[in-house]
């Protein structure tokens, strides 16, 4: 049987609303610690993270590659030029192995001008 767990981390120029995402109880403590990392890093330690930003989108990017690779997820990277600045930027896709039950969840890891991004989507990205 094959299972294709799918998180599209689609990022670049697309207009989200800003939303408050908060761990559901059901989430163990280890869970809600690894959230909280990954927005203080996103957020804290890489900052604002966008083309005019090359250099934190692309650490961004490592970051979040690293973390799904050692959470058993196998990364596709899609590449395109930014309109904006044209440089290369990246759609990242991960998928894991399983039963046939199919779960798709996508967020994106840029952010907005002068901002860490922390309500951005740097918390969509941690769960």
Do not use: W
Not at 11 to 20: D, G, I, R, V, Y
Not at 36 to 55: F, S
Not at 58 to 72: D, P, S
Request: proline share 4%; glycine share 8%.
């Amino acid at each position: 049987m094959r299972r294709a767990l799918a998180v599209s981390a689609l990022l670049l120029l697309t207009a989200c609303e800003q939303a408050n995402t908060v761990p559901s109880e059901s989430a163990t403590p280890q869970e809600k610690a690894g959230i909280k990392q990954t927005v203080e890093t996103l957020a804290g330690k890489i900052g604002e993270r966008n083309p005019g930003r090359y250099a934190q989108l692309e650490q961004a990017r490592a970051y979040i590659t690293n973390r799904m690779k050692a959470a058993g997820y196998q990364p596709e990277l899609q590449t395109f030029t930014g309109k904006l600045v044209k440089k290369d930027v990246h759609n990242l896709i991960f998928e894991k192995e399983g039963s046939e039950e199919i779960v798709v969840i996508g967020a994106h890891y840029d952010s907005v001008s002068l901002t860490p991004g922390a309500d951005d989507n740097a918390s969509g990205v941690a769960v």
